[in-house]
């Protein structure tokens, strides 16, 4: 079993900062592809950036230029960081891992997910 725990969510001006992080834990993930999702008021989970095993790294087109993702794998954990946020960013933020991801886009190719954390980026 795999157990995500994301943190760092919080509320921020346009303009600011965050830095999201995602302990990962379980035995089953060392080949896993990992990324963060996030979802709107109203909206459908979207990709935001994700990273497989090989450290390849996918961003949505939104974040591009903003967002950087990374592992630390001494710590087992998963970063997001968030530059130069706009209000339309604002959403509950998820970590997500797969075994078996073909589309590292594709919400439904990740079979564990955190409980998400809340960002709120207000003008």
Request: one cysteine or more.
């Amino acid at each position: 079993q795999v157990k995500l725990v994301e943190s760092g969510g919080d509320s921020v001006q346009v303009g600011g900062s965050l830095r999201l992080s995602c302990a990962v834990s379980g035995s089953n993930c060392r080949r896993c592809a990992l990324g963060w999702f996030r979802q709107g008021p109203g909206k459908e989970r979207e990709g935001v950036a994700m990273i497989d095993s090989d450290d390849r790294t996918t961003f949505a087109d939104f974040v591009k230029g903003r967002f950087t993702i990374s592992k630390d794998t001494a710590k087992n954990t998963l970063n997001l960081q968030m530059n130069s946020l706009k209000p339309e960013d604002t959403a509950i933020y998820f970590c997500a891992a797969g075994r078996y991801v073909a589309d590292r886009r594709r919400v439904t190719e990740y079979e564990y997910w955190g409980q998400g954390t809340q960002v709120t980026v207000s003008s």
